[in-house]
């Protein structure tokens, strides 16, 4: 059996197989494993080009972008995960273009615009809890709970509850039927 072609593999193999990769982070490059630093330093690249005064005036942008490689191995990273993902579901054939989601579509319909536009809302939360966070859910839950960090196991709780409670606002008991 070719692991590379199951559909699913053992949680448990996986969860062991982050841990090491973020021992090797830590080991050869002195970092934690995380990814949302990514968005910040390329919105700050793309505004240094159109406004690169208001990027060295805004501390927050200037110490992510100025004096920072264009792409970094953050960025790499997650080039890496959106490649790895495409692999994966390829190899294992669990590849395929849903649009609009059966258990979405039996909440909320069939409207790919109001789809789109509520994925993009909600990643954009993400993104800002994130940020707010001084963390992404990997940054906070994977390198932060390795190193038993208090704010990252406060977060991994928070980020978890909310999600279990806004799963169940928006579908419901009944919505395990539509999955």
């Known amino acids: 059996m070719n692991i590379l072609r199951t559909p699913r593999w053992s949680p448990y193999v996986v969860g062991a197989g982050i841990g090491v990769l973020s021992w090797i982070t830590f080991a050869f490059m002195g970092k934690a494993l995380g ?53 994966s579901a390829r190899l294992g054939g669990s590849y ?16 790919k615009p109001l789809r789109y536009g509520a994925a993009f809302l909600g990643g954009a939360l993400v993104l800002l809890g994130a940020r707010m966070a001084d963390g992404c859910t990997s940054g906070h839950g994977i390198s932060g709970g390795l190193q038993l960090s208090v704010s990252s196991w406060i977060f991994f709780a928070a980020f978890f509850t909310t999600g279990i409670v806004t799963a169940m606002l928006l579908f419901g008991k009944e919505g395990r039927n539509h999955v």
Do not use: C
């Open 35 to 87: 990814t949302s630093t990514t968005m910040v330093r390329l919105v700050g690249l793309i505004e240094s080009i159109v406004a690169p005064g208001h990027v060295a005036a805004n501390p927050y942008l200037a110490r992510r972008v100025i004096d920072q490689p264009a792409v970094d191995w953050q960025a790499m990273l997650v080039l890496g995960l959106l490649l790895g993902a495409l692999l």
């Open 96 to 111: 395929k273009v849903e649009k609009v989601p059966n258990l979405w579509q039996w909440r909320f319909g069939p409207s």
